[in-house]
């Protein structure tokens, strides 16, 4: 293995886009299990939707105004709002009826829309892989080649991570939110309603899984079955950080991402296992996690 | 058990079982004399059903084991029977050598070696899963089952990675069909009777203790961790029996049968079934199987179907299918019994491990 400066920073770059990717999917989660304590197994799943249907609406733009890599903006805008609205009706339907519900019974509903929403994929746009290319230079550095998008997309995970602490702890929905994160009964004793709340979470929470799959359509090809192994990384990443905690699900996608990185250099078929191993030591040294409380455990 | 039970009121066998036992022993009468006779009906293909039936079932009963009666969820239950499939494998292809063929004596302890295999797995596993519980335990009985499917599906040297092994071909008495049924039946209902005496023995019962309030478990002197240890032990040993059985009626096994959607299937038929009852499990592999049988010859969309089947079943039939019928005989007797006397108070609980 060549231990230059270059192949380094270029593990060390695609680590920490990867690990945007897997905070923009995990803070749903986080923040879904945190305020209305259901674990949404089908996180990574609506994220692939997402990716679909942003690949989709790009070659629809591309067709209608020609060919340029700006149409994706608009695309991943539309996609994020399509999946925003399907995040509200999906919580109004059917996770609503569950909060009186077991676990087991949650995770059960999940895993019923993991099966239906992989299979519609597949019905809709069949088994092929997708991906959009975008005409980008990679740019030298340090004697190697990178590909300039990667910055796009840690300023866009760095950028949701800071709009999303600003809406927690400075705007008065945000607020309301960390306060359910405590305690719901208390939040909705005192007038607040909480099944909006509860609704506006959930969608959030899929809404951000959708700019994250929009935003890495380029740099990563998407297919039927990379969700399964995405949520059981991001479920590594929110155990990791502590469920219900921002800045945890952040320091912790950092931990995994990079941890991934490098370890798929040195040992390809074991990185999952260094994963494992690093939530293993962690749960056993903090089972809430490092960022979480103690009390939520 | 009911309030309203009264010695007098005995019917007949099946009313006299459901008193004694509740809903799983008419269940299981109904159920083994259908197993029994299943080989009558015309064709092949029912008996093959039948084996994955009995066999899905077993593992499906398994996990019960932990959900049901301990209370914690394992996502990650394939794993056992997927590392009981390959300690049978392994075995079977050594044995086998250059020959492809095996005599029953090697056969047999290729079938029993799947019992230490994944009860050393599960051992590993449920050290570290054991010290959490709820959501936690199940990520992380998920976690560790997807990292053995990933041991398993990339250490080509031993297990054949992505191939799994191929060709076990068992000897030559239970290459049929029906003496291949027959043979998982015995197997099958032996590992249902232990299943049975162990949920009737005091440890059964410290396990429901475990499952409705484990503090108040290690107040009375239980060691809590251990318990479930070796609970989870014991429930991997049974998935890897299961999947011993496996191996040679498929002539194959492959790394999928650790995966994700093999955990799922004994959730999807624990919970179809009714968790809350032994024979639970076992309805729910028959509803499961046929449905998964006869439904995937109509349409190749077969997750979409079972995906809004198992949203209705979690929507309106929280409990499960026995659950449903219980509470109707219950209603029944309950408005039976205040016909004679107005005022008596019985109830059924769904929690109730029957």
């Not at chain 1, 607040?192 to 959930?202: L, Q």
């Not at chain 2, 484990?214 to 040993?237: K, T």
Request: glycine share 12%.
């Amino acid at each position: 293995m060549p231990a230059d400066f270059g192949s380094v920073l270029i593990q060390l770059l695609s680590g920490l886009s990867r690990a945007m990717m897997l905070f923009l999917v995990s803070c749903g989660l986080s923040l879904i299990f945190g305020v209305m304590n259901i674990l949404n197994f089908a996180h990574a799943t609506l994220w692939l939707v997402a990716g679909y249907l942003t690949y989709t609406l790009f070659q629809f733009f591309t067709a209608i105004f020609g060919d340029s890599g700006l149409l994706l903006i608009p695309a991943i805008i539309l996609a994020t709002g399509a999946m925003f609205a399907l995040g509200w009706v999906l919580e109004r339907v059917l996770i609503r009826r569950m909060y009186a519900r077991e676990v087991p019974e949650q995770l059960l509903l999940t895993f019923a829309l993991i099966l239906i929403f992989s299979d519609s994929i597949k019905l809709i746009w069949g088994v092929e892989n997708r991906r959009i290319f975008l005409p980008i230079e990679p740019i030298e550095m340090l004697d190697s080649y990178v590909n300039p998008y990667i910055f796009v997309i840690i300023a866009v995970g760095c950028g949701v991570a800071a709009g999303l602490w600003w809406f927690l702890h400075r705007t008065r929905y945000g607020k309301i939110v960390r306060a359910a994160v405590y305690n719901r009964d208390m939040v909705s004793a005192l007038g607040i309603r909480i099944s909006t709340i509860f609704a506006g979470v959930f969608a959030l929470g899929v809404g951000t899984a959708a700019l994250s799959a929009g935003v890495f359509l380029p740099i990563m090809p998407i297919g039927l079955g990379i969700d399964m192994d995405l949520i059981i990384q991001c479920f590594a990443v929110v155990v990791i950080g502590g469920f219900g905690s921002i800045l945890g699900t952040f320091v912790a996608s950092l931990i995994v991402g990079v941890v991934y990185a490098f370890s798929i250099l040195i040992w390809p078929n074991g990185a999952l296992a260094i994963i494992f191993l690093i939530l293993v030591v962690v749960v056993i040294w903090r089972p809430w996690g490092l960022f979480g409380t103690e009390m939520r455990y | 058990m009911t309030s309203s039970f009264n010695k007098n009121k005995y019917k007949g066998l099946i009313t006299d079982l459901y008193h004694r036992v509740g809903l799983s022993g008419p269940v299981a009468v109904v159920l083994g004399l259908c197993f029994l006779l299943l080989p009558l009906l015309p064709g092949e293909f029912p008996v093959i059903v039948g084996v994955e039936i009995l066999i899905l079932g077993l593992f499906a009963m398994s996990f019960n084991l932990i959900y049901g009666y301990m209370g914690q969820i394992s996502f990650g239950h394939a794993a056992y029977f997927g590392l009981g499939a390959y300690g049978t494998a392994l075995l079977f292809r050594a044995f086998q050598g250059g020959t492809g063929e095996i005599g029953y004596f090697d056969f047999f302890l290729s079938l029993l070696v799947a019992i230490p295999v994944s009860a050393v797995g599960a051992l590993l596993v449920g050290f570290f899963c054991v010290r959490l519980t709820g959501v936690y335990f199940a990520i992380f009985s998920l976690a560790f089952g997807e990292l053995i499917f990933y041991v398993v599906f990339s250490w080509y040297s031993f297990t054949g990675g992505d191939n799994g092994v191929q060709g076990l071909l068992p000897p030559p008495f239970f290459q049929n069909t029906v003496n291949y049924y027959y043979f998982t039946l015995t197997i099958v209902a032996v590992a249902i009777a232990l299943l049975w005496r162990i949920t009737r023995s005091p440890f059964g019962y410290t396990l429901r203790m475990l499952r409705d309030n484990q503090q108040r478990a290690s107040f009375l002197g239980i060691n809590v961790r251990m318990c479930m240890l070796m609970n989870f032990v014991i429930a991997g040993s049974f998935a890897g029996v299961a999947g011993a059985l496996w191996g040679p009626f498929q002539r194959s096994v492959s790394p999928g049968l650790l995966g994700w959607v093999e955990s799922g299937l004994p959730v999807f038929m624990t919970l179809i079934g009714g968790a809350g009852f032994f024979a639970g499990p076992m309805v729910g592999s028959v509803v499961y199987t046929i449905l998964s049988s006869y439904v995937t010859m109509f349409t190749v969309y077969w997750p979409l179907t079972i995906g809004f089947i198992i949203l209705i079943l979690v929507l309106f039939v929280p409990g499960g299918l026995l659950f449903l019928i219980d509470s109707r005989i219950v209603n029944l007797r309950n408005r039976r019994q205040s016909d004679k006397d107005l005022g008596s108070v019985s109830y059924g609980g769904q929690g109730e491990n029957q």
